[in-house]
Structures are given as structure tokens and as C-alpha cells.
């Protein structure tokens, strides 16, 4: 329901507002889950989530394709994968520790911190990578 207009949203304006907006949602959705007492707020916490997913996900794909060759998109993709997939699995164990050791409270507010680094960090990034038409 959100990938195609905010497909729209990623031709029309700077990368880094919708990564942004993208890791701002990530810290709501992971407190709604935190702190979530009734269905109802759970299901808000899974919504934006998903929500987050669309935007930050389908973009990362986007830039991987835009900013390498064509010949090596396969290749590009590939690592791209691999490195999601790998920090995947180590973040999957963090959560899990974190949440046996202490309470499932401290692995969403682990997830607050990584998203709220990335959110700092995100000024960073290179102007080129801009996915202005």
C-alpha cells in the first residue's frame, strides 16, 4: 500500500529525507512495540514497520542499482545481500540476548539506538547519490 507512492516520493526528493524520515519511523514503531500494552498498539508498531521497510528498504535497492555499472549489477546485488544478510543474523542475535538476559524491552530500545546512529550519521552521506529525476 506505501511502496508505490513513496516510489513517487523517492523520484521527487533527496534520498537522505526519505532515509530519515524512514529511520524516524523505525524509533516510533520500536517504541509502540516497546511499550505496547494492548493489541491495538502492537498492530500500530507492526504497521510502521512495515511502512519503514518500503521506504528504507526499496531505497537501498534503488541506490545499489543506480550507482554501479550495468555489468555488474548482479554482482552488486549480491553483496548487497550478503551484507544485509549477515548483519541480519548478527543483529537477530543481539535482540535475542538482549531479550533473554534482560526483557524484549531492551531489544527494541537496541533497535532505537542503531536507528537513532544511523539517523545522526545520515548527513554524511555523499550529494551524488541524490535520486533527483
Excluded at 535475542?96 to 544511523?118: E, K, N, P, R, W
Aim: proline fraction near 2%; charge should be positive; aromatic fraction near 16%.
Amino acid at each position: 500500500l506505501v511502496a508505490y507512492p513513496l516510489g513517487r516520493l523517492f523520484d521527487r526528493y533527496s534520498h537522505r529525507v526519505i532515509l530519515g524520515c524512514g529511520f524516524a519511523v523505525v524509533i516510533l514503531s520500536n517504541l509502540f512495540l516497546a511499550h505496547g500494552t494492548h493489541l491495538v498498539h502492537i498492530l500500530i508498531g507492526a504497521g510502521l514497520w512495515g511502512i519503514q521497510m518500503a521506504m528504507t528498504q526499496s531505497l537501498l535497492v534503488a541506490l545499489v542499482a543506480i550507482n554501479c555499472v550495468r555489468e555488474n549489477r548482479g554482482t552488486a546485488f549480491a553483496i548487497y545481500y550478503l551484507f544485509i544478510g549477515t548483519a541480519f543474523f548478527f543483529s537477530n542475535y543481539i535482540i535475542g540476548y538482549l531479550t533473554d538476559a534482560y526483557s524484549s524491552t531492551h531489544g527494541f530500545y537496541y533497535s532505537i539506538l542503531v536507528a537513532g546512529v544511523a539517523f545522526f550519521f545520515l548527513p554524511l552521506l555523499e550529494k551524488k547519490n541524490q535520486l533527483k529525476v
